[in-house]
């Protein structure tokens, strides 16, 4: 079935730097393009990064930009997000969710598959 | 950027009430918005694309509207697994940008 399954998440000490793989199933994954979402303890859903099918475009929030990067290996189906300068306040649960696409090129399809997320702790 | 704001913070309602939640983009968003559900302890789930289409799997109890910048998520009559948080989540082409909202939590009495 169509899954994502998150990791390398943990606990590191901050400046520290921490790399999180998604690897994907039961779709074409060099197709899609893909987002990483994070999770503060008991905050709402940050949007971070999203990077195209091919990995030819990619586009970060403020928060993390210079700091976090967002990459893919298409061979592997495997979507990755290198976090370097960790800092508290990126302690979170980081999600990786496909980005939705469809026949009509002018909707918008959502983030429509979701991993089940992996915990940072930076401390 | 696009600051999407939801409203009301807290709802609090019993089985077969209806549920109104409300999102409101600070710009123009067209019709570029998505609902999500999530419950304790999940990940979201897509519910609403496009502002009013329902994803794959969702119940008909769920519906979605509007455009620019007023948007609704209606639950016409909640169930006991409807309890959660619910996000608003809009894409912008100028500059290229994803946005979330901050949330409505959705009690069941």
């Known amino acids: 079935q169509v899954q994502l399954v998150e990791s390398g998440g943990g606990v590191v000490q901050p400046g520290q730097s921490l790399r999180l793989s998604c690897t994907a199933s039961?779709?074409?994954?060099?197709?899609?393009?893909f987002h990483w979402v994070r999770q503060s303890p008991g905050k709402g859903l940050e949007w971070l990064a999203h990077i195209s099918y091919d990995g030819s475009n990619t586009y970060y929030a403020d928060s993390v930009k210079g700091r976090f990067t967002i990459s893919r290996d298409n061979s592997k189906n495997t979507l990755f997000l290198q976090m370097n300068s960790l800092r508290s306040e990126d302690t979170a649960v980081y999600y990786c969710?496909?980005?939705?696409?469809?026949?009509?090129?002018?909707?918008?399809?959502?983030?429509?598959?979701w991993g089940q997320g992996t915990k940072v702790t930076v401390s | 950027e696009i600051v999407l704001t939801q409203s009301p913070a807290t709802l609090s309602l019993s089985p077969g009430e209806r549920a109104t939640l409300s999102c409101r983009a600070s710009?123009?968003?067209?019709?570029?918005l998505a609902w999500y559900q999530q419950r304790p302890g999940q990940a979201p789930r897509l519910l609403i694309y496009d502002a009013s289409n329902r994803a794959t799997g969702i119940p008909a109890r769920f519906s979605g509207s509007g455009s620019e910048t007023d948007f609704t998520l209606t639950i016409s009559s909640l169930e006991p697994e409807d309890l959660g948080v619910y996000y608003c989540q809009q894409r912008s082409n100028w500059p290229t940008s994803w946005s979330f909202g901050q949330g409505t939590k959705v009690e069941i009495k």
């Open positions: 969710a496909k980005e939705g696409s469809g026949s009509a090129w002018d909707f918008y399809y959502g983030m429509d598959v």
């Open positions: 039961g779709f074409t994954f060099s197709s899609e393009g």
């Open positions: 710009q123009s968003v067209s019709t570029y």
